[in-house]
């Protein structure tokens, strides 16, 4: 029986869930996302395939890594609803994470292998190159 596993936790602002990808129960399968329930242990399958979750740190969003051709940046609900492409991924580049902004509105992420800000709300992309060509797992610091 293949076991698979849970990877790329990330925790809900309130901290009572965590969004997480898994492939729990079919180790060769594509990983799913789910946000679990702390108290219980209890998973809801957002109906997605994906990796990287990253919980908004003010609200319900996740932004994640849609798998498949091609991969896409992905805002999701934290109940499944509301699935939206933030950043069409058309180049075969390493994928490095994501990250918030404190105030939820910005992600920051890597594409075409250099780090870019996208504004939430506009859709705007703002590149950052050359910046971010080897940098993993970006973060936006508060002041």
Known sequence: VPFGGDYFPDPSPD?????????????????????????????LDLGVHGTYPRWSPVGEDIAFLRTG?????????????????ILPRTENFSFHGI????????????????????????????PLWPIGNYLYDPSWKAE
């Open 99 to 126: 990250g918030w902004s404190p105030d939820g509105e910005w992600l920051v992420t890597d594409d075409q292998g250099g780090l870019v800000v996208i504004q939430i709300a506009t859709g705007l992309i703002v």
């Open 15 to 43: 901290g009572t869930r965590v969004v997480l990808s898994t492939n729990r129960g079919d180790q060769d399968g594509p990983r799913r996302i789910v946000v679990r329930d702390v108290g219980t242990g209890a998973d």
């Open 69 to 85: 051709q091609p991969e896409v940046l992905t805002l999701i609900r934290s109940d499944g609803t509301n699935p939206r492409a």
